[in-house]
């Protein structure tokens, strides 16, 4: 069946499995990259597994290489796979099919088994960002919104902190999914954000989309005379600025700040209150972090894994705050 990006939300228009569930058949997840010990993934599959009342379990896989890695998912108990850094590209070649989303953003960071048994690789980061960003959106004050609009952040620019990789999750879900009209990127690296817009503009036209206008700003000045953003993103770890581009990166996120207030996301989730979450919120801007955006998106990855009863039956805010308290259990 040829692909369709219909309604800007590819993701929901593949029913990922449709195998029958036996609830109390052992399966695993794997979660394989490398320094995954401190790692929220290690502990919230467990709770929810237990939550939803399946034997599910997770299995960690710390290494360098997927050797092992590319037998175990074709084991018997394979339920699914978490994908991290370093090996969100080099998994492509181990698995049997990579469907529109993982292509777009050039990255994979979930496995699943379809219903015809061939291994897939997916992307729900996104997923995670848009459904946070609309949760915080019901949250924000009246005198905050136009009147008329039921999708404040639509037609309207956004901004992105940072252009690796989870940039790339961020500026489509701002784009395609939320509908703002361009992207202002915040980094302190030209040459990661000349490798986000060419990513862009490639992957979105061999998709048979419109790339998403990106501008980058550099120190506070690129900043006059632009529209104000409603959403912004941060991608990029909590740390103090020390370089003169570093400096002048923060000073552009104040100048944004200082505007229209709107909705920031901060998707680092160590610590929990970073220091770009704390400035959005000294700036009156209505913010979730990122432990927001890991319950978010459990409920895509189990999903795609059980199927969407078992999605539809994880309780969303007890399990971010079960993130949260794993959170602050990781800083001590």
């Not at 952040?153 to 395609?176: C, Q, T």
């Amino acid at each position: 069946m040829a692909w369709e990006y219909v309604h800007h939300f590819p993701y929901e228009q593949t029913v990922y499995t449709s195998i029958s569930m036996d609830q109390k058949a052992e399966k695993h997840i794997l979660f394989v990259g490398t320094n995954l010990s401190h790692a929220v993934s290690n502990r919230i599959h467990d709770i929810v597994a237990k939550e939803v009342g399946i034997n599910w379990q997770l299995e960690a896989m710390d290494t360098p290489v997927l050797d092992k890695f590319a037998k175990r998912i074709r084991d018997e108990d394979f339920g699914g796979a978490i994908v991290t850094i370093p090996h969100k590209i080099n998994v492509l070649p181990l698995l049997d099919h990579i469907d529109p989303m993982a292509q777009l953003l050039g990255a994979c960071n979930n496995v699943y088994r379809r219903a015809d048994g061939l291994l897939a690789g997916t992307n729900t980061d996104w997923i995670g960002v848009r459904d946070s960003l609309l949760d915080l959106s019901q949250r924000v004050p009246g005198d905050q919104l136009a009147t008329d609009s039921t999708e404040p952040g639509r037609g309207k620019p956004a901004f992105v902190v940072g252009a690796g990789g989870a940039a790339r999750a961020a500026v489509y879900a701002l784009s395609k999914a939320l509908g703002a009209t361009v992207i202002y990127v915040i980094n302190r690296d030209e040459h990661e954000v000349a490798a986000l817009i060419h990513d862009a503009q490639n992957g979105y036209r061999k998709a048979g989309l419109e790339p998403p206008i990106i501008k980058h700003l550099r120190k506070p000045s690129d900043a006059i005379g632009l529209e104000d953003a409603y959403y912004g993103i941060g991608t990029v770890p909590d740390f103090e600025p020390c370089t003169e581009t570093e400096l002048d990166a923060r000073a552009v996120f104040i100048e944004i700040l200082n505007r229209q207030r709107g909705v920031f996301l901060d998707m680092c989730y160590r610590p929990r209150f970073t220091r770009n979450l704390k400035l959005a919120r000294e700036k009156g801007w209505t913010s979730g972090d990122g432990g927001q955006v890991v319950g978010w998106q459990l409920k895509a990855q189990w999903e795609v894994w059980a199927g969407k009863d078992i999605s539809d039956a994880i309780p969303l805010s007890k399990m971010i705050e079960q993130v949260h308290e794993i959170v602050e259990s990781l800083a001590h």
